[in-house]
């Protein structure tokens, strides 16, 4: 069973709207940090946006002003709302949540086109 599961993905035109929700399991204790990581294919997996303790945001530099992080980590929740999406933010994005270890999600695809 899957400790960490995301949604809201799917397609959407360019400058268009998503939010991507997560959810860790209620088994997952003690958490400090949760976030979004992508990966286009061809390409790494890269930093989308994260939060740690005091719920202070990090962003990629590519989605600054874009994309906001939200989280609520007594909920094991956080969110992505992503606004003016670009075709070039098409990737499979994941989710993960930390304690003492990481765990991560499957992953959503978001796809941007027209």
């Known amino acids: 069973q899957a400790q960490v599961v995301e949604s809201g993905g799917g397609l959407v035109q360019p400058g268009g709207s998503l939010k991507l929700s997560c959810a860790a399991r209620d088994t997952i204790f003690n958490i400090n940090a949760m976030g979004w990581y992508r990966q286009a294919p061809g390409k790494q997996r890269e930093l989308v946006a994260t939060?740690?303790?005091?719920?202070?945001?990090n962003y990629a530099d590519s989605v600054k002003g874009r994309f906001t992080v939200s989280g609520d980590f007594d909920k094991r929740t956080v969110w992505l709302q992503m606004n003016s999406l670009k075709r070039e933010d098409t990737a499979v994005y994941y989710c993960?949540?930390?304690?003492?270890?990481?765990?991560w999600g499957q992953g959503t695809q978001v796809t941007v086109s027209s």
């Open positions: 993960f949540a930390r304690n003492w270890r990481e765990y």
């Open positions: 939060m740690s303790g005091g719920l202070t945001p």
